[in-house]
Structures are given as structure tokens and as C-alpha cells.
């Protein structure tokens, strides 16, 4: 008699989507990525923010790559993709806006991922919030005069879009910082290598 092999089941995919949230200037375009496992043991929530110019479409391959095991939000920041503008498009009104978003979340804690113009937000967030910020990663960051100083264990990926003297002003202002090279990619960082991103970076939060 033949045997029978069990029946493998397929693993369940991360679940994406996009919904709206409120916020202090209307409401926030968000793509959203959730565990199979429904969220319920999961770890530190992660706030994905875009460059400038730019819309929470750059994360759009690596959601699902990151979200394995933590809910994860990409914002379209205020006046870019969907979401309703802010009085003057500042970084600190960005800020503001994903502060705004993680209280009506109710989320204690967060972790924050930035490109260029978003990695400055999420430094002033960082700055302002350190009760609700505790991880930072940031890529392609232009350490421009006034940059907050921050306490959190962060992740700086150096890419071709940093100077030297950036470099220079970040590491004085994180001393916290791991700074690691990814010159292959710029840009177009998080849709070139989704993969390898995530496992870095989720390596990273999860430590």
C-alpha cells in the first residue's frame, strides 16, 4: 500500500494594505504591513518615512520583507502621495504628523526608519518624543546645521548621498550610532535590496 505524505501547508504571507488616519492636519495616506500571526507577540512596532519628493511607494517592496515579525506603517508624510497637506511642508510639521499617528495607534513605543528628508523627521521626533522613540535607522541623511541630538541606538546606512562632512556632524550627534556601509544602492535603496535591507535592519531592532 502506497503511504500517504502529510499535506504541507503553505506559511501565510504578511498581510499589506492602505487605509487613512487622522492627524493634526487632515489625514495621512498610510501602507500598512502586518505578521501572519495576527501581531499579538510581536516586536516594536516600525514607522517607515520617505524622502522628500518622494511617497511611502519607495517602501513598497520592503514591507512585506520587514514585517515578518512587527506591524509596520509607511506614511505618505503631509502634502506628498495622499495624504493632506501641512501649512508650511516642514520637517517638523512631518514630525508632528507621525507623532500624531503613533497616540492614535496608542503605541507605547516605536521604532522609525528614515530617507533623507523622513530621516530628518524622524530625528525631531526622536528629539521631541524620546519616551515614544527607541530605535532609529536612517539612510541618505544630510546633516544640515541644527540637527537634534539623540540618546536611541541608531543605525546610520552611509550611502552615496552623504559627505564626509555629514558623516562628520552625524557621529556627533548619535552617540549611540552604528554606521554602516551600503554605497551599491542610493535612491533607490529600499526597492534595490529589500531582502538584504530587512534582514539587516531587522537584525538590528530585534538586538
Same mark, same amino acid.
Given at each position: 500500500? #502506497? $503511504? ?7 506559511? *501565510?504571507?504578511?498581510?499589506? /494594505? @492602505? ?6 492636519? &487632515? ?5 500598512? #504591513?502586518?505578521?501572519? =500571526?495576527? +501581531?499579538?507577540? *510581536?516586536?516594536? =512596532?516600525?514607522?517607515? %518615512? ?6 511611502? @511607494?519607495?517602501?513598497? @517592496? ?16 503631509? &502634502?506628498?502621495? *495622499? ?8 520637517? !517638523?510639521?512631518? #514630525? ?15 521604532? %522609525?526608519? +528614515?530617507?533623507?528628508? !523622513?530621516? /530628518? ?36 546606512? @552611509?550611502? /552615496? %548621498? ?6 562628520? $556632524?552625524?557621529? +556627533?550627534?548619535?552617540?549611540? +550610532? $552604528?554606521?554602516?556601509?551600503? *554605497? ?10 529589500? $531582502? =538584504?535591507?530587512?534582514?539587516?535592519? !531587522? =537584525?538590528?531592532?530585534? &538586538?
Amino acid at each position: 500500500m #502506497a $503511504k500517504h505524505s502529510k499535506l504541507t501547508m503553505p506559511a *501565510e504571507a504578511v498581510r499589506t /494594505r @492602505r487605509a487613512y488616519f487622522d492627524c493634526r492636519f &487632515g489625514q495621512l495616506h498610510v501602507r500598512t #504591513a502586518f505578521p501572519a =500571526t495576527g +501581531g499579538f507577540d *510581536e516586536q516594536v =512596532t516600525l514607522f517607515c %518615512l520617505h524622502a522628500d519628493q518622494s511617497s511611502s @511607494r519607495a517602501f513598497a @517592496r520592503f514591507l512585506p520583507e520587514i514585517a515578518d515579525v512587527r506591524s509596520v506603517y509607511a506614511p505618505d508624510l503631509p &502634502g506628498l502621495g *495622499e495624504s493632506d497637506p501641512s501649512p508650511t511642508l516642514s520637517v !517638523g510639521e512631518a #514630525a508632528g504628523a507621525i507623532s500624531d499617528l503613533a497616540d492614535d495607534l496608542r503605541l507605547r513605543q516605536i521604532d %522609525l526608519l +528614515g530617507i533623507n528628508s !523622513g530621516a /530628518r523627521a524622524a530625528l525631531d521626533l526622536a528629539a521631541a518624543r524620546p519616551d515614544l522613540v527607541r530605535r532609529l535607522v536612517l539612510a541618505g541623511v544630510a546633516a544640515v546645521d541644527g540637527i537634534p541630538a539623540v540618546k536611541q541606538q541608531t543605525l546610520v546606512m @552611509r550611502t /552615496r %548621498l552623504e559627505t564626509p562632512d555629514d558623516i562628520a $556632524k552625524l557621529k +556627533g550627534a548619535l552617540p549611540n +550610532g $552604528k554606521f554602516v556601509d551600503v *554605497e551599491d544602492y542610493a535612491t533607490d535603496l529600499f526597492a534595490a535590496a529589500p $531582502k =538584504t535591507l530587512a534582514k539587516q535592519i !531587522g =537584525t538590528f531592532l530585534s &538586538g
